[in-house]
């Protein structure tokens, strides 16, 4: 059997260690063509000695990296020949924010299927990405563990689709009072309760936008409105999301909390290998499953996500830079938590919406934004 030939843009971070221990269980299916990690020169060439990839970019040129015979490349041309190099079979897109953009595009225009776990790939412009998708017959697999628990739940039946259900562990501060996330500190917000994640996605969690890039993700993957995407707060994380259809019934996906799965699902699709075995999910031992309303007062930037995503056109890029700068601010000790959300909210009430915008377009605007926001903490 012909090894599936697969590229990792993100090695070193969460999602791309994780997708790396999961092909390590399946070494007969897979060969690692490219390996990109950011700055983390040891790590990857922990990697590079393990898996022996064809190509490894960094995002600048460092002495300490040990290639071992592997070409070297670096920055955003890196990223740019890694995802052009139709020696491809699927490219996994595990780094975070916009930089993930160009590449996902890069891979589309060259017919390669894309493992999808950036967010802001299609929160910024989701209907480019998904129109060139389809244009080019790739496929968009999503590697978070909501997406993939809807795609799976789906299943093809797309048409009879009538309400997607996407859950929210609720973060560290679901029982906290909206003066405890005033005064929350980093170390604080990025104490999530369930999963091991970036620090950024870790803040989004805490102050629940990561939810809110999620509901606009969904809305561009199953190609549904936003009236019909529903977000329910489950604090055990046992149900990673659930679709109902027009008959009535709902179709949920459950597991314990565990990224393997999910990475598993969309790098072997349409197949379900043995591969990392997570412990079986335990229905007595989990005992309740519990479900709440979010609270959009406590958490605003929720549903300033909702308002964002069906204002559409340049809405949700104004709102993803603005919020990724104010996160960095409050990781830096620039701002405190709750000011993530009064500076998103300021810089989006000042935008001038572009309803139909073109890449350019939506690339100049998102450094417009982010320039906007930095200003405000200087």
């Known amino acids: 059997m012909n090894k599936k030939k697969i590229s990792i843009i993100g090695s070193t971070g969460s999602i791309g260690t994780q997708t790396l221990e999961v092909i390590e269980k399946l070494k007969d299916k897979f060969e690692i063509i490219s390996l990109a990690g950011g700055s983390n020169v040891e790590l990857l060439n922990k990697q590079i ?15 300490r990296l040990q290639p071992q015979g592997a070409k070297v490349l670096y920055g955003k041309d890196g990223l740019d020949e890694i995802c052009s190099n139709k020696e491809n079979d699927i490219i996994v897109v595990a780094v975070s924010g916009r930089v993930g953009l160009e590449p996902t595009l890069k891979a ?20 480019i990405v998904m129109k060139r998708a389809r244009e080019k017959k790739v496929k968009i697999l999503p590697v978070d563990s909501e997406h993939s628990a809807i795609f799976q739940c789906i299943n093809g039946h797309d048409d009879k689709v009538e309400r997607l259900i996407i859950t929210a562990s609720g973060g560290p501060f679901l029982h906290k009072t ?24 870790t803040v989004d969690s805490a102050t629940l936008m990561n939810k809110g890039l999620e509901v606009i993700e969904a809305h561009h993957l199953f190609s549904m409105d936003y009236e019909n995407i529903n977000v329910v707060v489950h604090p055990q994380s046992y149900l990673h999301s659930a679709v109902e259809f027009k008959d009535g019934s709902i179709i949920g996906q459950i597991g314990v909390p565990s990224m393997h799965i999910p990475i598993q699902y969309a790098i072997c699709y349409p197949e379900r290998p043995h591969g990392i075995k997570t412990r079986s999910f335990n229905f007595v031992e989990a005992a309740k499953f519990e479900f709440l309303e979010p609270d959009f007062v406590k958490f605003p930037l929720l549903n300033l996500a909702f308002n964002a995503g069906k204002t559409g056109g340049t809405a949700p890029v104004c709102m993803n830079a603005a919020n990724e700068e104010a996160v960095y601010a409050f990781l830096n000790g620039k701002i405190r938590l709750y000011d993530i959300y009064t500076t998103v909210e300021k810089i989006y009430n000042q935008h001038n919406i ?17 320039i906007k926001t930095r200003e405000l903490f200087s």
């Open 178 to 201: 909206i003066d405890d996330i005033k005064q929350a500190t980093v170390e604080e917000a990025l104490h999530h309760p369930r999963w091991n994640m970036g620090k950024k996605i």
């Open 108 to 127: 589309i225009d060259a017919g390669i299927d894309i493992a999808l776990a950036n967010k802001e790939t299609l929160v910024m412009a989701g209907d």
């Open 49 to 63: 000695e393990k898996f022996h990839p064809k190509y490894v970019s960094l995002a600048n040129k460092d002495e």
């Open 354 to 370: 572009i309803k139909s915008p073109n890449i350019d377009e939506i690339f100049a605007l998102d450094e417009e934004i982010r």
